[in-house]
T-cell receptor
Framework: AAGVIQSPRHLIKEKRETATLKCYPIPRHDTVYWYQQGPGQDPQFLISFYEKMQSDKGSIPDRFSAQQFSDYHSELNMSSLELGDSALYFCASSYFYEQYFGPGTRLTVT | AQKVTQAQTEISVVEKEDVTLDCVYETRDTTYYLFWYKQPPSGELVFLIR??????QNEISGRYSWNFQKSTSSFNFTITASQVVDSAVYFCALIGTPQGGSEKLVFGKGTKLTVNP
């Protein structure tokens, strides 16, 4: 069965740089979510999209933005990176409340 | 506000022991959904189960079973005859249905399970 695809899997950036994370949801799933998981922490909701429209927003810094495109893939753009942005970033897609997660992108900011 | 509490931070057992992971939730929504996810050392989040608030039937899937009790706001997870491959962090999570229909998952802090050979 198809799963959620995330790219890249690993990313190393320096402070103040920009990063773009991509997510390809499971076909026919109508909602995409982004979560951030710091070391030893639980995943924290950032933002979600339903049918390409932003549907909810969590504690997402103003330096971050996201969008969902016509082919349903989503991108999370992160600018002016800080050391504290180092984390595992998950994308999930869902159909009727069951969220399936991608493998995550491990972002390291140096 | 919604909250999930996993009081057990870490549990260590020996292979073949049974182990129960506790989860207590808080929500004002009358309809909500409860989940368990597994996060092995490799880092991915694996969906294990979804339970609807209006369905209190317990569920068994192989060595895994879940006990949902609305009266105590608990959704506990039991692994029978644990195996080394069960070693992981397990997260309990909740989706409420407030006006606006947010479907974000609210996670507990997770329970790290170590199964020793």
């Amino acid at each position: 069965a198809a799963g959620v695809i995330q790219s890249p899997r690993h990313l190393i950036k320096e402070k103040r740089e920009t990063a773009t994370l991509k997510c390809y949801p499971i076909p026919r799933h109508d909602t995409v979510y982004w979560y951030q998981q710091g070391p030893g922490q639980d995943p924290q909701f950032l933002i979600s999209f339903y049918e390409k429209m932003q549907s909810d927003k969590g504690s997402i810094p103003d330096r971050f933005s996201a969008q969902q495109f016509s082919d349903y893939h989503s991108e999370l753009n992160m600018s002016s990176l800080e050391l504290g942005d180092s984390a595992l970033y998950f994308c999930a897609s869902s159909y009727f409340y069951e969220q399936y997660f991608g493998p995550g992108t491990r972002l390291t900011v140096t | 506000a919604q909250k999930v509490t996993q009081a057990q931070t870490e549990i260590s057992v020996v292979e073949k022991e049974d182990v129960t992971l506790d989860c207590v939730y808080e929500t004002r929504d009358t309809t909500y959904y409860l989940f368990w996810y597994k996060q092995p050392p490799s880092g991915e989040l694996v969906f294990l189960i979804r339970r609807n608030s209006f369905d209190e039937q317990n569920e068994i899937s192989g060595r895994y079973s879940w006990n949902f009790q609305k009266s105590t706001s608990s959704f506990n997870f039991t692994i029978t005859a644990s195996q080394v491959v069960d070693s992981a962090v397990y997260f309990c999570a909740l989706i409420g249905t407030p006006q606006g229909g947010s479907e974000k998952l609210v996670f507990g802090k997770g329970t790290k399970l170590t199964v020793n050979p």
